[in-house]
């Protein structure tokens, strides 16, 4: 705040921002903010039956793997040093309860312990936990009678769910359902199976929000009826998302999310001001979609648009990012 105050001219001497900013090296070198591979977190997507990936159509680049092509790009990501990955699994068969969700043989479970095996020293292995991409009428929880989520019957789901992806070897468990007590419910059923060392990163602030569009093409999970605003976040508030970040530590969070990022970097800096646990940003679909539909007509310079964003979020407070653009920032735009 002080150096704001200075005036521009001390005792005839002029203050000169400009001349750290006259040569590439020399502004890299008083750079304040940098993104590295490690910082990066690659989501992911398999789907069950497939014989061949298929492409989604509204995240260019993005695709629904089988067991095989997730393989190989799991591979190439830890090959370019990207520091995670998170899977999304979507079943072959949907149904009221989510049966897919805990099941030990279920696509998740299988390709968790595929990646583990494969890359798991190199990179770590976070499990999206939710029920969206599993139930049939494709929201975060069980529903009662009247439509609306089931919040006790829902924890039990996650409870059962997150003891399955750890068994199957995730190092991290991500709960993205936004039920209240989810993170202390996940904690105690990890704990009663001896799975102590298990993280979970929460996505404690996710809000409400139009971004998260493409994502639902991708993993097949858009409600059928209603939206997702009685359990996710309004995007009227911050002070309300610095709530759910102190519960979600008091019960047990070993890190916090706040998702989506560009959009909300307020909120990243505010919590990233509060807590003293990694803070997890999501860069969302419907960001890569934008950036990508604008780029694809020539209205923006693709790389400089990724390079800037990602900065933007570190700068905010994020310590690491999750983004579809993990492996091309790590392989090309970071270097
Ligand atoms: C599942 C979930 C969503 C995203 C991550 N986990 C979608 C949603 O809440 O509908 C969105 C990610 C993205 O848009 O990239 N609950």
């Known amino acids: 705040m002080t150096a704001l105050a200075l005036p ?44 061949d990936p298929v492409p989604v159509a509204s995240m260019p680049g993005v695709v629904q793997h089988t067991r095989d092509s997730l393989r190989k790009a799991a591979a190439r990501a830890a090959e370019a040093g990207v520091g995670g990955l998170i899977l999304f699994g979507i079943p072959a068969a949907k149904d009221a309860h989510g049966s897919g969700a805990d099941d030990s043989d279920g696509v998740v479970q299988r390709s968790l312990r595929d990646l583990v095996s494969d890359v798991g020293d190199a990179c770590v292995i976070v499990a999206d936990l939710c029920l969206c991409e599993y139930t049939d009428h494709g929201h975060c929880g069980l529903l009662a009678p009247d439509g609306t989520v089931a919040e006790e019957a829902t924890l039990d789901r996650y409870r059962s769910v997150a003891v399955s992806q750890a068994a199957a070897g995730a190092h991290v468990i991500a709960p993205s359902g936004m039920m209240d007590g989810q993170v202390g419910a996940i904690r105690d059923a990890l704990d009663l199976a001896g799975l102590t060392g298990t993280a979970i990163l929460a996505y404690s602030a996710k809000y409400a929000s139009a971004f998260y569009g493409p994502f639902r093409q991708a993993a097949e999970s858009a409600p059928a009826f209603g939206d997702r605003s009685a359990y996710q976040q309004s995007p009227a508030n911050s002070d309300e998302a610095l709530r759910e970040v102190e519960l979600d530590l008091a019960e047990g969070a070993d890190a916090v999310m706040v998702k989506p990022a560009l959009g909300y970097l307020d909120v990243v800096r505010r919590v990233a001001d509060a807590v003293r646990v990694p803070v997890a940003v999501y860069q969302v679909s419907g960001e890569y979609a934008m950036v990508e539909a604008a780029a694809a007509r020539g209205w923006l310079d693709r790389r400089r648009a990724i390079a800037e964003s990602l900065l933007s979020i570190r700068r905010a407070g994020a310590d690491l990012v999750l983004t579809y653009w993990a492996v091309e920032a790590a392989e090309e735009l970071l270097r």
């Open 8 to 51: 521009n001219f001390i005792e005839g001497m002029t203050i000169r921002p400009r001349r750290l900013r006259r040569a590439a090296a020399l502004r890299d070198l008083v750079a304040e903010h940098r993104v590295s591979p490690g910082d990066l977190v690659l989501p992911l997507f398999v789907k069950e039956g497939l014989t």
